[in-house]
């Protein structure tokens, strides 16, 4: 049949089973929304601001599990999404952007409104397309879709110019699954590597999970918990996996790094043989790699990307290849070779008997005040409140890292940050992507009064939608990680991190149609956060908690130091 490259694009994102689209219109993409009007296969959300759209549909696919769809205009359209794809990349998570472009004739002759948008995004993409011909349009959109989803996930942006939306051509409906020459991504892991990594393994006496966003990416949340449980080494997940193991079981130990706690970054450090899944030994969890490679140990690395492997830190067994796959793989072998090769248990229970000596140093103790409000209290209550079960999302900053090392996470999927660009401003957006994409959930976004500022026109996209999320502002009239840093780096110079013009929250937040709660008083705290989930679970609600000024984020690894060199507090300064 014959179509319009409009109607084509439409038609390819409902073969995908796309059930959201998160955009704003423009010139160049007229005729694209002129082609959604008249479906109804997937539902438009019609953002504030580009930014907004592509931080929805990262996190919508965050949430989900499935590809993410953002739409843009050309020009500054896709310039103001590159933020948003940017914060994707980073993260490896699923997208697919499609951006208008002027027409083709006009391409390079400095056109109202035209960009180089594969030059400016190649850098931040895994991968991107120019449709200059429409009869290459529906297989670029299907390409898109698989590279965006197959091996490291991530962000494929389609640049479509407006001529090919508007030309017709013959459209076949896709079938069977797409297959690339040039891209055919290693799925099955080494059998050899495999075995070797598990006589490592049972031959440990000191043995350690390092565990990043890869198992959540692959699913592989089950595998791991059995393999910690035959194992039956201590755990820990870095800030984008939080939840791919039990905050609550005893066998985690915290996140590891900068702001780790004591008992994670010491085993890290001490451990003899330790076992990285999906996880890319970055600068915020190991520290100095010189200092980090001191201590002699065995490393294993999983990973579905050979260039994440010994990229920072030198590994002894590599294995490329999806986790869950890998896992599957793995724990039958490790049962059988353990029949056959009893465990040291002695051993391990003197290391276990090491790890717990280091958690009793209780490294996430905090002050507390029957005075002021203080940010870590903020985040006990709300896991109390929502039972741990919430999605919550989070801005960048002080309070995201006070909701990563309190929120006891149990279930991958309900933890939504920007962990490798650390972008301030996703916190709304993202809570806006994760409630259309998991409808009747609690969602909270833990915000700070400087990040909620970068995307807070997005309340009135929450007011279209009918949106509830709650959103929890630790708003301590700084920009908390900026001043933490200048206090212990600067000299206590604080240059351009108070912020002296605060609007009234309430009343902001009220004029676009929600509630607005200010709370003042640490005995005020709960009431006000079930007041928020229960009496008004139908509405947005924005709740100011004014927070201790003074408070930091304890414990700390200065940027360029060891792991083993950390501050657990102010004392250490």
Request: overall charge neutral.
């Amino acid at each position: 049949m014959e179509l319009t490259g409009a109607d084509i694009v439409v038609r390819c994102l409902a073969e995908e089973g796309v059930d959201h689209v998160f955009g704003y219109p423009g010139g160049a993409v007229l005729y694209i929304y002129d082609a959604i009007y008249k479906q109804d296969n997937f539902k438009h959300v019609l953002v504030r601001h580009e930014q907004a759209a592509v931080h929805a549909a990262d996190a919508y696919s965050r949430s989900s599990d499935k590809v993410g769809v953002a739409l843009v205009t050309s020009g500054p359209g896709v310039t103001n999404a590159v933020t948003g794809i940017a914060t994707a990349y980073m993260d490896s998570i699923p997208m697919v952007i499609l951006s208008g472009q002027v027409p083709t004739a006009a391409i390079g002759e400095d056109a109202f409104q035209e960009c180089d948008t594969v030059g400016i995004t190649r850098p931040c993409v895994k991968h991107n397309f120019l449709v200059r011909d429409i009869k290459d349009l529906a297989e670029t959109m299907r390409r898109a879709f698989y590279i965006a989803r197959t091996g490291r996930p991530g962000p494929v942006l389609v640049d479509i110019p407006k001529d090919v939306t508007m030309a017709t051509a013959k459209f076949t409906p896709k079938r069977g699954e797409i297959k690339m020459r040039s891209y055919s991504p290693v799925t099955k892991g080494h059998q050899g590597q495999i075995k070797k990594a598990i006589q490592m393994l049972l031959a440990a006496e000191r043995p350690m999970i390092y565990v990043g966003g890869g198992v959540i990416a692959s699913g592989a949340h089950q595998e791991l918990m059995k393999l910690v449980d035959m194992v039956g080494a201590p755990c820990t997940t870095t800030l984008m996996a939080l939840g791919a193991f039990p905050g609550t079981d005893p066998r985690f130990v915290g996140m590891p790094g900068m702001h780790g706690t004591y008992e994670a970054n010491l085993a890290m450090q001490n451990c003899d043989v330790l076992l990285a899944v999906g996880a890319r030994f970055d600068d915020r969890v190991v520290g100095n790699p010189r200092h980090f490679s001191q201590n002699p140990r065995k490393i294993i690395h999983i990973d579905i990307d050979p260039s994440s492997i010994s990229k920072r830190v030198r590994v002894d067994v590599p294995i490329v290849g999806n986790i869950k796959s890998v896992l599957e793989d793995m724990l039958p072998l490790y049962e059988q070779a353990a029949a056959e090769t009893p465990r040291n248990g002695a051993a391990l229970a003197k290391w276990w008997e090491q790890v717990e000596e280091w958690r009793g140093r209780r490294c996430l103790a905090y002050e507390r005040s029957d005075s002021i409000i203080k940010p870590q209290f903020v985040i006990e209550k709300l896991w109390e409140v929502t039972g741990g079960k919430a999605i919550v999302t989070s801005d960048v900053g002080q309070h995201q890292m006070w909701a990563a090392q309190y929120y006891k996470f149990d279930e991958p999927r309900r933890w939504l940050n920007s962990g490798g660009l650390g972008t301030m401003g996703v916190g709304l957006p993202y809570a806006m992507g994760a409630q259309m994409a998991n409808p009747g959930a609690d969602v909270a976004c833990i915000t700070g009064e400087g990040s909620i500022q970068m995307n807070i026109q997005e309340l009135s996209t929450c007011k279209q939608y009918r949106l509830t999320p709650k959103v929890i502002c630790l708003n301590n009239r700084y920009l908390g990680m900026v001043r933490q840093w200048q206090q212990i780096e600067y000299g206590s110079r604080y240059s351009e991190s108070y912020v002296d013009a605060l609007p009234d929250f309430v009343k902001l937040v009220e004029s676009y149609g929600h509630v607005g709660i200010r709370v003042e008083n640490p005995a005020d705290v709960e009431p006000a956060l079930r007041e928020a989930f229960v009496k008004h679970k139908d509405r947005l609600v924005f709740l100011d908690f004014i927070t201790d000024q003074t408070e930091n984020v304890w414990p700390m690894v200065k940027a360029g130091r060891g792991l083993t060199e950390m501050l657990l507090g102010s004392e250490d300064l």
